[in-house]
């Protein structure tokens, strides 16, 4: 209200101006509201529909733990890809997120919850499941399974890592593997999906969890928009693999805001404390 | 074999003329009966699936079949499960634990069916799934890739104790068409992708994705063979103590 002259200007001028200063305003992806960025909060949501902005894999753990070791942060891509697109992709992907791969794992606490946490980046080759990430992934569940640890894994990724062929497929397999090894241990694992959760990473450890949870309005799905659009000339409804449609089909058992994101799963964590040795 | 270059083996692998995955059954087992239905929502005619013996041994085959013609392609959606399939594959695997049958799974798709409403009813989730009890079954479990082995929706049925494929097969991330058109925005680049993408079964088994090439089938003498191959695998599989058997196929997916 104090700057009248900003209302006049047409929605177009506003958002051009708005991408020269990015750091102050930002759109909100769902609703398409504009809003200054500190109305965000420390959570990265927004204040009218509570979407939850894409986080990075560090900022997601400073958001949710008291501590954290990382382990396994040497681990990266096989030398033997060797095409330089995808050399780039890497370098690039690294830089951004100060990662060696697309996924953060460690074990850390959560309200004095001690967890086997797994964070992946969508900044990281949009979060793809390449060889190293389902590597990491695994080794993940064997440390918790060693420990007896329940495991968190929030899901970011447009699914299998086209650039390492096949073997980023196996990596489904090779996960799957050791979220079994981990179940049958009796121990909890949450899978936590957020926005976007999509291909070979839905279609494996993150519809795995005990428990699914999601974010609001988080993108999840299996076969891409516009894969379905190609493929059988079908044009789906907008929010077809919005959480909440998934909620409301029975394939999440919540969605979570993202400021109660750490009572929610310090509250699961509690009520699994014991985890084999509850009788 | 070298003059053959590997989008030939991907339109041979798609070729009409290839057999089918009913002949195949009929030709492996003596009394197949096709079982219908995932209990929970529909029956999907992509996954052909049912119980029979081979040589007086029964066991529990699960498909996923194109058709033979126009109509029954589209039926079956050119060999593209829905959940419902899978969730009809993985009951009838169950099942065979129970009952101590071998399963042997035949697959030809190039992928799971993309739309909105295998979306609503849980593709990803059955997949998942799939892999995650397929690869826990405690009887022997072998795959064979037969024409196309299409991304997920391949993987969902090819966690077993070894993966076999034909000849005039392939198994890949996705499509060439699909790969040409993410990595490089151009869908008619997909001869190219095809030779960058290491689809066919020499390529395959060097990484160890397969295990074994079948020779394609053409004639009852070739289908004899193969049927006396898997029954071989089956009884190597079957002598074999369960715990052993399942840490060598939990160590074959580990290892990739
Ligand atoms: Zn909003």
């Known amino acids: ?162 650039q390492e062929g096949i073997e980023s497929l196996m990596q489904m397999a090779k996960v799957s593997e050791a979220v079994s090894e981990h179940s049958k241990a009796g121990l909890v694992y949450i899978s936590y999906l957020c926005d976007p959760t999509t291909g070979g990473v839905t279609a494996s450890f993150a519809m795995q969890g005990d428990l699914l949870l999601s974010e609001p309005h988080a993108l999840i799905g299996f076969a891409g928009r516009r894969v379905i659009e190609r493929t059988i000339q079908q044009i789906p409804p907008k929010d077809f693999q919005r959480a909440e449609t998934l909620l409301h089909n029975g394939f999440l058992d919540a969605i979570v805001k993202r400021n109660e994101m750490k009572t929610t799963l310090s509250h699961i964590l509690a009520i699994h404390e014991g985890g084999d040795k509850n009788e | ?94 099942q065979a634990e129970k009952f101590k049958r071998p399963i042997i799974t035949l697959i030809n798709t190039p992928g799971a069916y993309p739309d909105v409403e295998a979306e609503y009813h849980g593709q990803g989730y059955m997949i998942s799934q799939l892999i995650m009890q397929g690869m826990q079954l405690k009887v022997p479990y072998i795959a064979v890739i037969v024409g196309e082995g299409g991304s997920g929706g391949a993987l969902a049925l090819a966690v077993g104790d070894c993966v076999w494929a034909f000849e005039e097969s392939i198994y890949s991330i996705l499509s060439p068409e699909g790969y040409a058109t993410i990595l490089w925005k ?58 052993e058997m399942l840490n060598q196929r939990f160590a074959r997916y580990r290892n990739f």
């Not at chain 1, 020269?20 to 504009?34: E, I, S």
């Not at chain 1, 080759?125 to 894994?153: H, N």
């Open chain 1, 1 to 162: 209200m104090k700057k009248n002259k900003r209302q006049k200007l047409s929605s177009q001028e506003l958002h051009k101006r708005m991408d020269k200063v990015p750091d102050v305003w930002v759109k909100c992806p769902f609703c398409g509201k504009t809003i200054y960025k500190k109305q965000l909060g420390k959570y990265l949501e927004c204040p009218d529909c509570h979407y939850a902005f894409r986080i990075g894999a560090k900022q997601r753990i400073e958001l949710l733990c008291d501590n954290f070791e990382p382990f396994n942060l040497e681990l990266k891509a096989n030398p033997k890809y060797q095409d330089p697109k995808y050399l780039a992709k890497l370098e690039k992907a690294r830089e951004t997120t100060g990662l060696n791969e697309g996924v953060l794992t460690g074990i850390g606490t959560i309200n004095g919850h001690r967890t086997a946490i797994g964070v992946m980046d969508w900044r990281f080759i949009m979060g793809s499941l390449g060889t190293a990430t389902g590597e990491l992934l695994a080794r993940l569940f064997e440390r918790a399974t060693q420990e007896k640890l329940p495991v968190i894994v929030f899901t970011a990724s447009g699914g299998a890592r086209m």
């Open chain 2, 1 to 94: 074999m070298s003059k053959d270059t590997a989008f030939n083996r991907v339109l041979q692998a798609r070729s009409k003329d290839k057999i089918s995955i009913k002949a195949l059954i009929d030709g492996i087992t003596d009394d197949f009966i096709e079982l219908h239905g995932d209990r929970a929502y529909g029956d999907d005619p992509a996954v052909y699936a049912g119980i029979g013996s081979m040589n007086d041994k029964p066991v529990t085959i699960v498909g996923i079949r194109k058709g033979d013609d126009d109509q029954t392609d589209a039926e079956v959606h050119f060999g593209s499960a829905e959940p419902d399939g899978y969730r009809k594959a993985l009951r009838l695997m169950k």
């Open chain 2, 186 to 243: 151009d869908s008619s680049r997909a001869r190219e992708a095809a030779e960058v993408m290491k689809l066919t079964p020499e390529d395959l088994i060097k990484q160890g994705i397969i295990d074994r090439i079948i020779p394609e089938i053409r004639n009852n003498d070739e289908l004899k063979r193969f049927k006396a191959d898997l029954f071989g695998k089956i009884e190597e599989l079957s002598a074999m103590p369960t715990a």
